[in-house]
């Protein structure tokens, strides 16, 4: 009977199997296209991602482009948000609505200058040390302004002082946020609505001025819930470097955490090796751990969801620096898919960027080219199949996105090079388009064929070989 408690309370502290999230959904975000490169523009990359089966559209809208005289110092009379800043963002909800998408409003910076508490030049003010309570007055004119969006977020990459300066103070700072923009959500007719933390950026800075050093995410994470590095609470001088009184802080009422796995510079592996405090998508559980540590201590809700909201690889060309070759790319974006359903707290997916951008300095993740070629991307995202071989066994996984009930994958596969290609079966996806096959049989390479109802072909994946995880 002992040894039976022992090994009863052994499994208890064992991890249950990542369980698979076959409901995930698909979000975009490329505010280049869809926000800055005019209507004609717009109209057409939504229709395009309504075709590729995108579920959310998220966007930045951005403090400074929707408050009045944001290039003052001194805070202007009146309305400060009677301006025509919302135009942009107004015809994206609106046409995202109708294409039945639904839209996330990231609420962040840049802030107009006089919300900003620090002195000094217009280019540091942007970033630095915003007010909570005009923070508080920007959030309740946006909730006006939009009744039917029903997804926020606080902030962009509030762990990176390009985002939230300075970064020394950015967990504290960023705490009051979230605290005033949940609020006023919640007061505004937002209060049954989806309220993300983070949108945190995946890697931190060891090097540099304190002020400019983006910090790691987790190390941002633990300073926000007031916890060090066991998950306890911070006592002492930490406390009050991070404002903590006593360790104690409010709940912050918010629904889900918004991440961005990327690796470094875009155009690294996924599974290369990080810091300690730094989440890449294989190091997702580190992000799953300080969630649950911060449950613990009452500081957000438990099981809180992990909303992947920014994501992507540079190619080569055009970025001859960070960008890797776009068939290496698109590999890449299935695999990570493929990390990402078996992680049953991820409920969104994400891809940053449909085209490129002008400036070979910004991000080149786009699934086109800017001149608007398609790259091996679009049809990988279109389509994605991920193949692994372990114990003799293959599993085939892939998702038809934008595919209905009636639509049918087959998959098809090579025993060797050059060999006849053999159907294997043909598979119903579920709602969201996933497909799944485990079978005994080995091959070469392999690849799924999209038919839609009528039997025509809608797309082909990329050829897979197998992988060993």
């Not at 300066?165 to 989806?194: F, S, V």
Request: overall charge positive; aromatic content about 8%.
């Amino acid at each position: 009977m002992r040894l039976l408690t022992i090994i009863t309370l052994a499994l208890l502290l064992v991890p249950a199997a990542a369980e698979a999230s076959s409901r995930q959904e698909s979000l975009f975000q490329d505010d280049n296209t869809l926000i800055y490169s005019g209507d004609q523009r717009r109209d057409q990359a939504l229709d395009e991602l309504k075709a590729l089966g995108v579920d959310v559209i998220r966007t930045n809208l951005l403090w400074s482009q929707v408050a009045a005289a944001p290039n003052s110092r001194h805070r202007p009379p009146g309305d400060r948000y009677a301006t025509g800043g919302w135009a942009r963002w107004d015809a994206l909800v609106a046409g995202a609505r109708a294409r039945g998408m639904k839209v996330q409003i990231t609420l962040t910076g840049p802030l107009p200058l006089w919300a900003s508490y620090c002195g000094g030049s217009a280019r540091i003010r942007r970033t630095c040390k915003p007010s909570p309570s005009e923070y508080g007055r920007f959030v309740t004119a946006a909730a006006k302004r939009y009744p039917s969006v029903n997804r926020w977020s606080i902030w962009n990459e509030p762990n990176q002082s390009g985002w939230l300066y300075p970064a020394n103070q950015a967990p504290y700072r960023y705490r009051a946020l979230a605290y005033e923009g949940i609020k006023r959500l919640r007061a505004n007719g937002h209060a049954r609505d989806q309220i993300l933390l983070g949108e945190t950026a995946p890697l931190g800075r060891r090097t540099g001025s304190r002020a400019k050093r983006s910090l790691a995410p987790g190390a941002f994470i633990r300073g926000v819930f007031c916890m060090d590095r066991r998950g306890k609470r911070l006592r002492g001088r930490a406390a009050r470097r991070d404002h903590c009184k006593g360790g104690k802080m409010k709940r912050l009422r918010a629904t889900g955490w918004a991440h961005h796995p990327y690796t470094r510079g875009g155009g690294k592996n996924p599974r290369g090796r990080v810091g300690r405090d730094d989440i890449t998508l294989p190091k997702i559980g580190r992000l799953s751990r300080e969630l649950n540590r911060g449950a613990h201590q009452r500081r957000i809700r438990g099981h809180m969801p992990i909303y992947l909201t920014e994501y992507g690889f540079q190619t080569n060309p055009p970025d001859r620096l960070a960008g890797v070759r776009p068939s290496t790319a698109a590999r890449w974006l299935n695999e990570s898919s493929w990390i990402a359903y078996n992680v049953g707290r991820i409920k969104s997916v994400a891809q940053y960027e449909l085209y490129d951008e002008r400036d070979r300095g910004a991000f080149q993740t786009g699934l086109r080219y800017l001149s608007g070629r398609a790259k091996p991307g679009l049809a990988a995202y279109r389509l994605p199949i991920w193949v692994v071989r372990r114990h003799h066994r293959t599993t085939i996984w892939g998702q038809a996105r934008a595919g209905g009930t009636r639509d049918r994958v087959e998959v098809r596969y090579q025993r060797k090079r050059g060999a006849h290609w053999r159907h294997v079966r043909t598979l119903r996806p579920n709602s969201r388009g996933f497909i799944r096959l485990r079978v005994r049989r080995s091959g070469y390479r392999w690849r799924l064929y999209w038919r839609d109802a009528s039997g025509h072909l809608h797309a082909r994946s990329r050829v897979a070989r197998p992988a060993s995880r």
